[in-house]
């Protein structure tokens, strides 16, 4: 227990460390979302959650690495990392009309292009085939916050019991995005409800990618759905609502059928790990 809870302090203090070093430079230097610089230092900082559980796995607690998950898994859970945030992007556009927002345009007729200086398709089906192949390609770089937040504290934090162990590794995760956000990366002109706004929607998806991980026995599902969220599911409302300028609305109504997915997964007994589905940390030991 007590060597648990060493590494798991340890961990903390290693991905909000690296990561907020890294992610206060823009804020340091004035760096807009728009300049070259801006990408390259998001993704550096978006790797410290990994780099933070393969030093504590490796030298910290020397449990080695027999729970990350790093096999392949079980092949169906793929398709439901794929397929929720995509259902998840079509309820909002099914609800938004009904609840005070704009109605979706599915015609894609004032769509911006998915590339700078792209001609942009114009059919739907068309357009999730590349953000489905856009979301596989960049699986490895959402890999890198997984395998620390799913690979590692969330299966120490509250280990007997997974919904809260989801629920505090949500809020940790959320915070863990804080400096990000108070770059306007999301929701901008509402820089203060965010940060109230973002740990709720990350304890909602700390549920759905936790029963990825555990039933499917491997990280990647989880961060296959977790670029699906960020490479399928917003890009595709944003080409749906082109002339949405404020997204308050639609992130609400996003907020609230994630909210059902994620009582469904608990109603369903989605987050309890399976008879011996992991082996101990401690066997991994060498």
Same mark, same amino acid.
């Given at each position: 227990?007590?060597?648990?809870?060493?590494?798991?302090?340890?961990?903390?203090?290693?991905?909000?460390?690296?990561?907020?070093?890294?992610?206060?430079?823009?804020?340091?230097?004035?760096?807009?979302?728009?300049?070259?610089?801006?990408?390259?230092?998001?993704?550096?900082?978006?790797?410290?959650?990994?780099?933070?559980?393969?030093?504590?796995?490796?030298?910290?607690?020397?449990?080695?690495?027999?729970?990350?998950?790093?096999?392949?898994?079980?092949?169906?859970?793929?398709?439901?990392?794929?397929?929720?945030?995509?259902?998840?992007?079509?309820?909002?556009?099914?609800?938004?009309?009904?609840?005070?927002?704009?109605?979706?345009?599915?015609?894609?007729?004032?769509?911006? =292009? +998915? /590339?700078?200086? *792209?001609?942009?398709? %114009?059919?739907?089906?068309?357009? $999730?085939?590349?953000?489905? !192949?856009?979301? &596989?390609?960049?699986?490895?770089?959402?890999?890198?916050?997984?395998?620390?937040?799913?690979?590692?504290?969330?299966?120490?934090?509250?280990?007997?019991?997974?919904?809260?162990?989801?629920?505090?590794?949500?809020?940790?995760?959320?915070?863990?995005?804080?400096?990000?956000?108070?770059?306007?990366?999301?929701?901008?002109?509402?820089?203060?409800?965010?940060?109230?706004?973002?740990?709720?929607?990350?304890?909602?998806?700390?549920?759905?990618?936790?029963?990825?991980?555990?039933?499917?026995?491997?990280?990647?599902?989880?961060?296959?759905?977790?670029?699906?969220?960020?490479?399928?599911?917003?890009?595709?409302? =944003? +080409? /749906?609502?082109? *002339?949405?300028?404020? %997204?308050?609305?639609?992130?609400? $109504?996003?907020?609230?059928? !994630?909210?059902? &997915?994620?009582?469904?997964?608990?109603?369903?007994?989605?987050?309890?790990?399976?008879?011996?589905?992991?082996?101990?940390?401690?066997?991994?030991?060498?």
């Amino acid at each position: 227990m007590k060597q648990t809870a060493f590494g798991v302090v340890a961990y903390l203090a290693l991905a909000f460390g690296l990561a907020w070093a890294v992610w206060m430079i823009p804020l340091w230097l004035g760096l807009s979302p728009q300049s070259a610089l801006y990408p390259t230092v998001i993704l550096i900082g978006a790797f410290a959650p990994a780099l933070a559980c393969f030093v504590v796995r490796k030298w910290v607690t020397r449990e080695g690495f027999a729970d990350a998950g790093l096999n392949p898994g079980k092949w169906p859970y793929y398709l439901w990392a794929l397929l929720i945030p995509l259902a998840l992007a079509f309820a909002i556009a099914a609800l938004a009309p009904h609840l005070g927002q704009p109605a979706p345009d599915f015609s894609l007729a004032h769509a911006p =292009a +998915l /590339l700078p200086g *792209a001609a942009m398709p %114009r059919s739907l089906p068309v357009v $999730i085939a590349v953000l489905m !192949l856009y979301t &596989i390609v960049t699986t490895p770089i959402l890999w890198g916050e997984e395998f620390g937040w799913r690979g590692y504290l969330q299966l120490r934090l509250f280990a007997s019991r997974p919904l809260l162990a989801a629920i505090a590794t949500g809020l940790i995760w959320g915070v863990w995005h804080y400096p990000l956000l108070m770059l306007g990366t999301e929701l901008p002109g509402h820089p203060q409800l965010v940060l109230v706004i973002f740990p709720v929607y990350t304890v909602l998806l700390s549920i759905v990618f936790g029963w990825l991980r555990l039933r499917s026995g491997s990280i990647w599902p989880s961060s296959l759905s977790h670029s699906a969220v960020n490479h399928l599911r917003s890009p595709l409302i =944003a +080409l /749906l609502f082109p *002339a949405v300028a404020d %997204r308050l609305g639609l992130t609400l $109504i996003g907020l609230a059928v !994630l909210g059902v &997915i994620a009582l469904a997964v608990v109603a369903a007994g989605g987050l309890v790990t399976p008879h011996n589905e992991f082996p101990s940390p401690n066997e991994g030991r060498g």
